[in-house]
């Protein structure tokens, strides 16, 4: 894990435009909070809006159970709460649940020519979580959270306006 200036940049405005920043992660809380010490964002979390599996047991996301969990804990609704996430099935929960997604993709399309070819080859593995920006679920696809104001600078106004976001360029081909 490395730090990234840009990132601890974004976060450091949206904490101080007094957006809640929270963690849900299926990792144990330790692992979690060491993870943000070694990203160097520890800093924009509360430790209370830190939530490892441990956390929320007997739950764990997709359920709905831990998401509400944690809604409840950090006093706030679905619908004012974006979810950033690598995996489609906790994206489609969320989703379901009324927030708004950023799918973080670990595969870059580009590498596959812009077409859907990526998509099918790595669907044979696990197709329901494959990353797929084209998804229902998805509302804004970006490689790494360094994008995070350049993709969702309604975000920097305290609101979440589609027609602001600028999505991660795909130029599908079914070749």
Request: charged share 30%.
């Amino acid at each position: 894990l490395t730090p990234d200036p840009k990132v601890a940049e974004a976060l450091r405005e949206l904490r101080g435009m007094g957006l809640k920043l929270v963690v849900m992660t299926n990792a144990p809380r330790a692992y979690g909070l060491r993870c943000l010490e070694m990203l160097e964002i520890a800093e924009f979390f509360e430790p209370e809006l830190i939530f490892g599996v441990d956390d929320l047991l007997p739950v764990c996301k997709p359920e709905k159970e831990a998401f509400e969990l944690v809604f409840e804990r950090a006093k706030t609704v679905p619908e004012r709460a974006v979810m950033f996430e690598d995996s489609m099935k906790n994206i489609r929960a969320a989703k379901k649940l009324g927030m708004k997604t950023v799918l973080l993709m670990a595969e870059e399309p580009e590498q596959y020519g812009n077409s859907l070819k990526w998509l099918k080859e790595f669907s044979t593995a696990n197709p329901s979580n494959v990353p797929n920006p084209l998804d229902p679920a998805v509302d804004v696809g970006m490689k790494t959270m360094r994008e995070l104001k350049r993709r969702i600078p309604s975000l920097w106004e305290a609101k979440w306006d589609p027609n602001s976001m600028t999505s991660l360029p795909v130029n599908l081909t079914t070749d």
